[in-house]
């Protein structure tokens, strides 16, 4: 892979391009996934780094590592800009990860006021990074918006069913010009892979990891199989939809009566 194919996120750059979901590890444990999945960046929710009844998790991420708070709990725009502000506040610097969501059985984005959050953080001197469902046109909105990059979903959270908006997530990969970060519902590496062979920019995960048997082992192997995943795309994939069948080797030297 070249040396400078980084993820670039608004003016930030980055190696690895997969991001680490924290929100059901044992804290303890976190530092040791950061370190084996190759992670730069990490997201966090806000409520638990500010409490002071309760180991603070900002305790376990190594140093180096691109705090990404997310707005989990909020359920309008408003809530998420005043999430997104505390977490400023609090030290964890600009990057933000706006979640909003109205329906807590399914915990499907809210698209509609995930715009208006993007606008107004944007207008604020954020990196907005909008976790959103796959739509081409919220997609253009967001965009237009100021967000720094767009986490589609792959399925519904904590669900590893993996891509099930496959063919709407290539949409945006092929139609809007930033980051496509595939985010929610990847299970296992292999969709990891997947996912990075379509030509997202990133991979998140974070329930595959956390109850895994071996974290440290599962960790490894996302960060190979995103590694994987992005060669396979720089180098050219081969075609994928053939009419019949097309022989790997020339069909001559047959043998003949």
Known sequence: MPNNDNLIIGSYSFKSRFILGSGKYS??????????????????????????????ILDYIPEGVTLLPNTSGARTAGEAVRIA???RELGCGNFVKIEIMR?????LPDNQETIRATETLAGEGFVVMPYMYPDLNVARDLANAGAAAVMP????????KGLATRDFIQILIDEIDLPII????????????????????AVMANTALATAGDLQMMASAFRQAV?????????????VLVRGASASDPLTGFLHD
């Open 103 to 107: 329906d807590s059985k399914y915990l």
């Open 27 to 56: 804290l303890k444990l976190i530092e040791a996934a950061v370190r084996d999945a190759g992670a730069e960046i990490i997201t966090l929710a806000v409520r638990r780094a500010n409490t002071r009844q309760q180991e603070n």
């Open 182 to 201: 595939v985010d929610a519902g990847i299970g296992r590496p292999s969709q990891a892979c997947e996912a990075m062979e379509m030509g997202a920019a």
């Open 227 to 239: 590694e994987a995943g992005r060669k396979a795309y720089l180098a050219g994939l081969g075609r």
């Open 85 to 87: 502000r505390m977490a």
């Open 153 to 160: 979903l792959a399925s519904p959270i904590g669900s590893s």
